[in-house]
């Protein structure tokens, strides 16, 4: 099942901060967060297992909270290469395929 | 630093054609996999295969999909019989490890069909 990212999209000015969360109804094993920028492939942000732990990557960090099934994804101090848009990707417990959020677009503005 | 590579990058057909879509995984990657990302949409997982043969599918992944690794470096997707809506971007993805682990993401091939 489909995990639920919001916001859809979110418009920041560079240097403002924002938080992009990933609900799922299942119980999780693991949250992976990836970056498409247009016209190009996904990149690998950082993956959370369940355990509740927390993940840093430069000004960009994750927290996984097991028991509520969500993840968050922390921008801070947002830079123009931030632009693009986020996908959370889940894995549940039970062993279900991997699937993609449907995507929160992030536009930063100079 | 070692990539994903997909050919072709654009691949235009006729509706009822087969269309074969070729991956090049990274070396010691053993995971292998296949998404589709329809224009301005979500990326949707369609196939994972490990060990020579398919370890998970989606339900998008019906009887027309295919998947082979022909030889110990390709890694392919068939579609037997294209439609319309198969019009869309296909990436090729890999891990080293299992789906804990990062995928690395090909550039994509744009299927369009007519």
């Known amino acids: 099942q489909q995990p639920v990212q919001s916001p859809q999209a979110v418009i920041l000015r560079e240097g403002e901060d924002a938080v992009i969360n990933c609900s799922s109804s299942?119980?999780?094993?693991?949250v992976h967060w990836y970056r498409q920028k247009h016209g190009e492939a996904p990149v690998f942000l950082m993956i959370l297992l369940k355990g509740g732990e927390q993940k840093g990557h430069e000004k960009i960090s994750a927290s996984f909270n097991e028991k509520k099934q969500q993840s968050s994804l922390y921008l801070t101090a947002s830079q123009l290469s931030y632009s693009g848009t986020y996908f959370c990707?889940?894995?549940?417990?039970?062993?279900?395929?991997?699937?993609f959020g449907p995507g929160t677009r992030l536009s930063v503005l100079p | 630093e070692p990539e994903v590579t997909q050919t072709p990058s654009h691949q235009v057909t006729q509706m009822g054609q087969e269309v074969i879509l070729r991956c090049v995984p990274i070396?010691?990657?053993?995971?292998f996999y296949w998404y589709r990302q329809i224009l301005g949409q979500k990326v949707e997982f369609l196939v994972s295969?490990?060990?020579?043969?398919?370890?998970?599918k989606s339900e998008i992944f019906d009887d027309q999909f295919s998947v082979e690794r022909p030889d110990g470096s390709n890694f392919t997707l068939k579609i037997r019989s294209t439609k319309l809506e198969d019009s869309a971007m296909y990436f090729c993805?890999?891990?080293?490890?299992?789906?804990?682990?990062?995928?690395?993401f090909g550039p994509g091939t744009r299927l369009t069909v007519l």
């Open positions: 070396s010691n990657h053993l995971y």
């Open positions: 990707g889940t894995e549940g417990s039970g062993g279900q395929n991997f699937v």
């Open positions: 295969f490990y060990n020579n043969e398919i370890s998970e």
């Open positions: 993805a890999s891990s080293e490890l299992d789906r804990v682990a990062e995928q690395f």
């Open positions: 299942k119980a999780l094993y693991s």
